[in-house]
C-alpha cells in the first residue's frame, strides 16, 4: 500500500490560522521587536501546534531583508545641511525608526551622477522603502521607483501626476497654510502685497502662490511675485529688486522664514519700518522667525510629525499596506512682523 506523504506546512498556513498578514507571521517567528510580545507567543503556539518547521533558508532569507529606509534627498548638500527645517523632519524619521529595526540611510541626488549612483542601489534592493523628502514631479527617480515596486512615501504633493496613487504621500497643506497667511495679512488692512518664494519648480512654491492668489486675486500678479532660493540672501536680494519694481508695498507674503528675514533686513536697510510700514508673514516656523526684529509671525509645519508619520507609513508599506494620502493642518502662528 502507498501512503501519501502530507504535505509541509508553510508560512501561510501560519498566517492563515492566526489571522495575520504572511509578513506579521514571518517577522513574529523571527522574534521581531515591532510585534508585541503576546503576538509572537500567540503566532508561535500555532505553529506548533499545526506543525510549521521554518525552512532554514527561508528564515535566513526573512532575516536577511535590508532592513533599512532610505531618506531621499533631492536637494543640494548646502540646502540641507544649512536649512534647520530638513533638520527638524529628518529627526522624526530617525526618532521613529530608532523605535524598530529599520536603520535609515541618507541618499544624496541631486546630480546626474548621483542619481545613477542611486538607480543602482535601488536596483539591487539595498533599501526596503524609500521616503523622498523633496520629490518633484519630473525626477526620473519616480519611475524607477515605480518600476522597481519598492514601497515609496514622498513628502510632498503629486496631484494629478500619474503616480499619485502609486506612492504613498505625507504632507503638509502648503495651499491651505498660505491662504492664513494672506488673510491675516488682509484682516490687517494691506493691500499692496508682494511674495517672495522658494525655486519655481518646488512644489512647495506653486502651492504658496496658489494660495496667496486665492485671497488677493489680481494684485497678486506676477509682476507681484518672484521665485529666489529658500536663504535670507535670497529674500534679501528678492526684496531689494522687488522694492525697485514696486517702491511702495505694505505686505510681504514670504515663502519661508529664512526668505522673511531677509526681507526683513532689506526693508529697514531702505528706512522701512516693521511693521509699521510693511508688514512680513513667513513660512515654517524656523527657529531664526524667533531671532529676527521684530519677531516674525510665521505659519507653522508640523514637520517633526511629518516626518514620524513617514517613516510609519513606509513600515507598513513594507507589510503589505497600500499607498495612502496624509494632510496636516498647518497653523499661523503670530508674532511681531505683523
Keep these: 500500500m502507498t501512503i501519501?506523504?502530507?504535505?509541509?506546512?508553510?508560512?501561510?498556513?501560519?498566517?492563515?490560522?492566526?489571522?495575520?498578514?504572511?509578513s506579521?507571521?514571518?517577522?513574529a517567528l523571527n522574534d521581531s521587536p515591532r510585534i508585541s510580545d503576546a503576538t509572537k507567543q500567540r503566532i508561535s503556539e500555532i505553529a506548533a501546534r499545526i506543525g510549521f518547521v521554518?525552512?532554514?533558508?527561508?528564515?535566513?532569507?526573512?532575516?536577511?531583508r535590508a532592513e533599512t529606509i532610505a531618506m531621499l534627498v533631492t536637494?543640494?548638500?548646502?540646502?540641507?545641511?544649512?536649512?534647520?527645517?530638513?533638520?527638524v523632519f529628518l529627526s522624526g524619521i530617525t526618532e521613529r525608526l530608532a523605535e524598530s529595526e529599520y536603520l535609515p540611510v541618507l541618499l544624496q541626488a541631486?546630480?546626474?551622477?548621483?542619481?545613477?549612483?542611486?538607480q543602482r542601489h535601488l536596483e539591487r534592493k539595498s533599501f526596503d522603502a524609500v521616503i523622498d523628502i523633496s520629490p518633484y514631479e519630473g525626477s526620473e527617480l519616480l519611475d524607477v521607483l515605480r518600476d522597481l515596486a519598492i514601497p515609496t512615501v514622498l513628502c510632498g504633493q503629486l496631484d494629478g501626476h500619474p503616480y499619485e496613487h502609486v506612492f504613498s504621500t505625507v504632507y503638509?497643506?502648503?495651499?491651505?497654510?498660505?491662504?492664513?497667511a494672506a488673510n491675516a495679512m488682509k484682516e490687517r488692512g494691506r493691500r499692496h502685497c508682494v511674495a517672495i518664494v522658494g525655486p519655481m519648480e518646488n512644489p512647495a512654491s506653486i502651492d504658496r502662490v496658489k494660495g496667496y492668489r486665492q485671497v488677493f486675486g489680481d494684485a497678486l500678479d506676477d509682476g507681484h511675485v518672484v521665485f529666489t532660493g529658500w536663504g535670507a540672501s535670497d529674500g534679501f536680494t528678492a526684496m531689494r529688486r522687488m522694492l525697485e519694481l514696486h517702491p511702495g508695498p505694505?505686505?510681504?507674503?514670504?515663502g519661508s522664514d529664512r526668505i522673511a528675514a531677509g526681507a526683513i533686513e532689506a526693508l529697514q536697510a531702505n528706512g522701512f519700518a516693521v511693521p509699521g510700514d510693511v508688514s512680513v508673514i513667513g513660512f515654517d516656523d524656523h527657529p531664526i522667525a524667533q531671532t529676527t526684529t521684530p519677531r516674525l509671525t510665521t505659519v507653522h509645519q508640523p514637520l517633526h510629525e511629518e516626518g514620524r508619520l513617514a517613516a510609519d507609513i513606509a513600515m507598513r508599506m513594507i507589510d503589505g499596506e497600500a499607498p495612502s494620502t496624509t494632510v496636516l493642518d498647518m497653523e499661523l502662528i503670530r508674532r511681531d512682523s505683523l
Excluded: C, I, W
Excluded at 506579521?24 to 517577522?27: E, G, K, N
Excluded at 544649512?82 to 533638520?87: A, F, L, S, V
Excluded at 503638509?172 to 492664513?180: H, T
Design 24 to 27: 506579521t507571521a514571518s517577522r
Design 172 to 180: 503638509s497643506d502648503d495651499f491651505a497654510g498660505a491662504q492664513l
Design 110 to 118: 541631486s546630480s546626474a551622477h548621483e542619481r545613477e549612483r542611486v
Design 54 to 64: 521554518p525552512n532554514a533558508q527561508a528564515r535566513a532569507l526573512a532575516v536577511g
Design 75 to 87: 536637494e543640494p548638500l548646502y540646502e540641507l545641511f544649512t536649512d534647520p527645517t530638513y533638520g
Design 250 to 254: 505694505d505686505g510681504v507674503l514670504a
Design 4 to 22: 501519501a506523504k502530507r504535505a509541509s506546512v508553510t508560512l501561510a498556513d501560519v498566517a492563515e490560522a492566526a489571522g495575520v498578514s504572511r
